[in-house]
């Protein structure tokens, strides 16, 4: 099977501009997980998705969203870009439901906001 | 406060070496996640466990629900061991509402 995929792999931003980041799952998992991870903050949950709908959201402004798409695939948009969203954005997928499943993580996208 | 602390923080081991990284929690949890990271950001999930003792090569996970801690240990490290460990727990009854440890760094030399 292949792996998490996320498109773009890297990304230049400035302030002010918005970005949409994109996550296809590995096939046949419904959960997807999207995290931010920064050298000040480390990783940090900032939604999950299960069959087209958010399961759960984290600490983030909400200038931050999602959505997830009946093939599972998921995208995250940032609005209004700001410095500090510069972080790389990792997505991970799992099968779902309510057991507890393996995360598989994508490679991330490194956004740099200038 | 919900947090998943580990340590150390940074380790250097000498190649050969058995090493044991700690994480332990302050919630009840249903599992816990190890996870590997190398310079680059990708991440790799090494185990998810919810009791007892779990092994693959050289890495053995173990947890203890009842004291809310688990290690990961190495054995017979080599530099290629060298990336960055984070434990993590699902958090809220969602298993992708993960709180992540702040991770430790793990340097090998030959």
């Known amino acids: 099977k292949a792996g998490v995929t996320q498109t773009p792999r890297y990304l230049i931003k400035t302030r002010g501009q918005q970005v949409t980041l994109s996550c296809s799952p590995i096939?046949?998992?419904?959960?997807v997980s999207w995290y931010q991870q920064t050298p000040g903050q480390g990783l940090q949950f900032l939604f999950e998705?299960?069959?087209?709908?958010?399961?759960n959201k984290g600490n983030f402004p909400g200038r931050f969203s999602g959505r997830q798409f009946s093939n599972s695939r998921s995208e995250m948009n940032v609005s209004t870009l700001e410095l500090g969203d510069s972080a790389l954005y990792l997505c991970?997928?799992?099968?779902?439901?309510?057991?507890?499943?393996?995360?598989?993580f994508g490679p991330g996208t490194r956004l740099t906001v200038t | 406060k919900n947090e998943v602390e580990q340590s150390p923080q940074n380790l250097t081991a000498q190649e050969g070496e058995f090493i044991t990284i700690n994480c332990s929690y302050s919630v009840g949890i249903s599992a816990l996640h190890w996870l590997q990271q190398h310079p680059g950001g990708g991440i790799v999930s090494l185990f998810m466990?919810?009791?007892g003792k779990k092994k693959h090569g050289r890495l053995i996970a173990t947890i203890n629900i009842q004291e809310k801690h688990s290690s990961l240990h190495i054995t017979a490290s080599h530099p290629r061991d060298s990336a960055v460990y984070i434990c993590a727990a699902p958090w809220g009854g969602s298993q992708g509402n993960l709180i992540f440890g702040k991770g430790t760094k793990l340097s090998v030399k030959p």
């Open positions: 466990l919810s009791s």
């Open positions: 991970a997928s799992s099968p779902g439901g309510t057991s507890s499943y393996e995360q598989y």
């Open positions: 998705y299960f069959s087209e709908t958010q399961r």
């Open positions: 096939s046949g998992h419904r959960s």
